[in-house]
């Protein structure tokens, strides 16, 4: 097990299900480990309908945010179709039973192939934290009682991403952090007068108060400024970084006051459309990150301290991504093109050797990152293909394909007691057991 996996364990990220002793929560974006994976055992490599459902749930709208599961509930976050509303949504995890939904703001403002509620919640045992595309962000407790809220477009301004605000918030070690990596101007109003700072929060989980803000420089342009990702925390030495990626750059800072550690500049020729959607992603001491557009999947070893410089090990480029996240899972690093190729290629990380990649079947495209469970793989299209295949080993290999023919879906699958949670434009899919 990695550092960063016994340091979650430690800090009590691993939280029982009410229902089910034992189970490991998924209680934000890229799960309990960070890294697309998590240690539940039992999840379903097939299942039939309507037997292998253990209950669908009515959503009232799309979104791109994947759920997530926190002691015995799940958190959805949506927007409400034919309207500019945004909601939060809480769910019972073992029968589906909608225990409260709360209405969370209202914009009209629309993106391309995108809306308002695509950055996934995140909780803590005993808060859950919903972040929207318009800036706002709002603290619930598990009842549905609001406890505070924030308007971060209208403290700092136009969040100014061309295809609409998506990183989701962290919790992680007692601070909620939210970043916002943009676009020095803003595409759409509201106008600002001086150039739009990037920027990085710290927040009191139980306040919303700022405990520290942090400006993030770059020397990239136009839309090289922008960033989708979420950040992510890193272990070493028994200190933890907090690590973001954007702007042409990976930088690093210390998690209690903000200071920036490192920095590593992945990109050095400057392009207008150098953003980045992929989040990074940790492992084996190393820092995987994706350049633009399908340009290269990377290995970067940190800078030791001092003056020497971080160092990149290797770099992937045949099935590189351009919006999925990669999955780091019991020893291997997984890639997906999803839009390109279609392909899903399993890399040892500390070489780039390939063990195996093979393309999906269907038409996709697969705006989803692959989710690691139980020693297979999970992956979701746009159209509703999924997808299980067996992880690890030396071939590809298909284990089960379905449909749930509920489009236009973008979100990732969460896994928790031994169940998968599949959103869709439509409905909330809890499939296991």
């Known amino acids: 097990m990695s550092s960063l996996k016994h340091l979650a364990l430690s800090l009590g990220w691993i939280v029982a299900f009410s229902t089910v002793a034992g189970a490991t929560d998924w209680p934000q974006w890229r799960g309990p480990f960070f890294d697309g994976s998590t240690d539940e055992q039992g999840v379903p490599a097939s299942w039939s309908e309507p037997e292998g459902i253990a209950w669908t749930a009515p959503l ?50 629309k993106f391309p192939r995108n809306n308002l509620a695509s950055p996934s919640p995140a909780a803590d ?23 505070w809220s924030r308007a971060i477009e209208k403290e700092y301004g136009n969040l100014a991403i061309q295809f609409g605000y998506s990183s989701s918030p962290m919790v992680y070690d007692g601070r909620l952090y939210v970043t916002v990596i943009r676009r020095g101007k803003p595409y759409r109003d509201p106008p600002a007068g001086d150039p739009l700072d990037s920027f990085i929060l710290a927040l009191d989980p139980s306040t919303g108060q700022t405990l520290w803000k942090q400006t993030r420089k770059t020397n990239a342009f136009d839309e090289g400024m922008e960033t989708y990702s979420t950040p992510v925390p890193f272990v070493r030495n028994g200190k933890t970084e907090l690590l973001f990626t954007g702007g042409d750059f990976i930088t690093s800072y210390d998690p209690a006051t903000g200071q920036e550690l490192w920095r590593f500049e992945y990109w050095k020729e400057k392009v207008r459309d150098s953003r980045i959607i992929p989040s990074l992603v940790t492992g084996q001491g190393l820092i995987f990150g994706c350049r633009h557009k399908h340009e290269a999947l990377f290995a970067l070893e940190p800078p030791a301290g001092g003056s020497q410089a971080g160092k990149i090990l290797w770099e ?62 999970y ?55």
Request: charged share 20%; net charge neutral; hydrophobic share 35%.
């Open 316 to 377: 992937f480029t045949d099935a590189a991504p351009d919006a999925s996240t990669p999955l780091f899972y019991d020893g291997r690093l997984y890639v997906f093109d999803g839009l390109r190729r279609k392909t899903l290629a399993c890399l040892d990380p500390g070489t780039g050797k390939v063990f195996w990649q093979g393309r999906l079947p269907g038409p996709g495209p697969w705006w989803s990152s692959p989710t690691g469970a139980d020693g297979k793989i």
């Open 60 to 109: 009232p709208g799309p979104s791109g945010a994947t759920p997530v599961i926190s002691k015995g509930r799940v958190f959805v976050t949506s927007a409400v179709k034919g309207s500019p509303e945004f909601v939060a949504l809480c769910l019972d995890a073992a029968t589906g039973k909608p225990l409260w939904q709360k209405t969370a703001g209202s914009d009209p403002r």
């Open 125 to 147: 045992g005993s808060r859950v934290f919903f972040l929207y595309g318009d800036g706002t962000l709002v603290a619930f407790d598990y009842d549905g009682k609001e406890l």
């Open 379 to 433: 992956l979701l299209s746009e159209t509703g293909e999924i997808v299980v295949l067996q992880a690890g080993g030396d071939e590809f290999k298909i284990l089960f394909e379905t449909q749930i023919k509920e489009p236009d879906i973008q979100a990732s699958i969460a896994v928790s007691g031994g169940r998968l949670f599949v959103r869709t434009a439509k409905n909330l899919y809890c499939i296991g057991k």
